[in-house]
Structure formats: C-alpha cells, structure tokens
C-alpha cells in the first residue's frame, strides 16, 4: 500500500466510448502525474498537476484529458481511443519542490476494443 | 539531453547468486537517483535513493545501489538473490530537484531457482 489508490484497476472499453480513470492520494502531496506503461518502453509522462495548475503536458493527443480538482484527486478522462492506447496507466504522487520519489498507484491495465 | 540508461533489457540471475542491473545518467549538477521495482501486475514500488553521502545506499528487499559519479553510475545491486526478486526494475533521476521524474527503460530481473 503506497498511499496512491487507482480505479478501477482494469478496464476494457470500446473506441466509441467514454471512460475515466481515477487517482487519488493520501499522502498530502501536492504534485500529481499520469504515466503511460507500454510494452517494453519507458515510462511516458502524460500529464503532471502540481499545486492543482497543470504544468506539464506531453503532447498527449486530446483523447485524453485530465482532471485535477484538488490535490488529492486526479483523473483521466478517456474518448474515442485507438487500441495502440491500451496499456497500463500509473498515477502518482511527490512533494514538488523537494526532490523527493514519486509514490505510485498500482495501476489501470485499459484496453481498448 | 538529459536521460537516465538501462542498457540490458533482461538479467538472469540464479537463485542465492548476487545481481548487478545497471543504470547511467545524463543530467547537469549532482543528481538525486532513484531505484523503483514493478513486480507482476502492480504499480512501482520505491526502493531506494540517493541524495548524498555515502556512495552506497541500501534500500528495501535487501537491495542496495552504488553511486559512481565519474561513472555517472548508480547500479542496483543485491548480494543474494531470490526466486521473490523477479520484477522489473527501473531506474529514474528527477530532472532538477523541483521537476518531474525521468525513467529508464527498465530492467527486467528473472531469478531461476
């Protein structure tokens, strides 16, 4: 247990549908991100929110759109999505402005029908 | 550019023998560096880091890292590995101490017994 919760931890969607991901922490940090893990590539930074203002945005196509309305929640809302979409998606969670380690939520495994 | 490089896709390891998964980085000043472990459908997991001091860190699991500074190294190590210990192994350094986190590809450690 981390401290970082992800639901629901697997999800199966169809390319017209609408879908969100859910994060949230205990941990009183103020910085939140969403990753995407594919097969046998690194770990993609798709979005980091720090004190609620979004300040990173890694040319994720607009399928994807995040949600950040406090600092202990954090979601990912999903639409008409590509199968090469399917994948493991990691929320996480730091102290920005510490240099500290970011705590990981165990996962959304999504695939896209 | 600033990167952080696990150059072997896999280690194989047996059991009680001890392993090596190696890490380089690219990144300007005294970097932090952190070792995370991705055992079968979970999230990340924090294993150990370092900021300063001493070159050798140890971390959870029994797990420990050697940082090597003209190397630009930080390689994970364990003395006696278990069967336990497969996983996949990543390796991250913030970008700054106030910025996002970059990882490595990741490693993935098989144990045999």
């Known amino acids: 247990e981390t401290g970082v919760t992800q639901t629901p931890r697997h999800l199966v969607m169809g390319m017209t549908n609408k879908k969100s991901l859910k994060c949230e922490q205990h941990?009183?940090?103020?910085?939140m991100y969403w990753y995407k893990q594919s097969a046998k590539k690194p770990l993609e930074l798709m979005f980091v929110?720090?004190?609620?203002?979004r300040v990173e945005n890694n040319s994720v196509p607009s399928r994807f759109s995040p949600e950040c309305p406090n600092s202990s929640h954090l979601f990912l809302h999903l639409h008409t999505l590509q199968p090469e979409d399917s994948a493991l998606y990691l929320c996480?969670?730091?102290?920005w402005g510490q240099g500290t380690e970011a705590f990981f939520g165990q996962g959304t495994r999504l695939t896209v029908v | 550019a600033q990167s952080v490089a696990q150059p072997e896709d896999q280690v194989n390891v047996a059991e009680g023998n001890p392993l090596t998964v190696k890490c380089t980085y690219s990144v300007s000043g005294n970097p932090y560096l952190f070792w995370y472990v991705q055992y079968p459908n979970r999230g990340l997991q924090f294993l150990l880091k370092y900021i300063t001091g001493d070159n050798l860190v140890k971390g959870s699991y029994g797990f420990e890292a050697e940082f090597n500074k003209s190397q630009t190294s930080f390689h994970l190590k364990k003395p006696s590995a278990l069967v336990s210990d497969s996983a996949l192994s990543v390796c991250a350094v913030p970008l700054t101490r106030d910025d996002k986190i970059i990882f490595g590809k990741g490693t993935r450690l098989h144990i045999l017994p």
């Open positions: 996480a969670s730091s102290q």
């Open positions: 941990l009183g940090h103020n910085a």
């Open positions: 929110y720090s004190l609620e203002e």
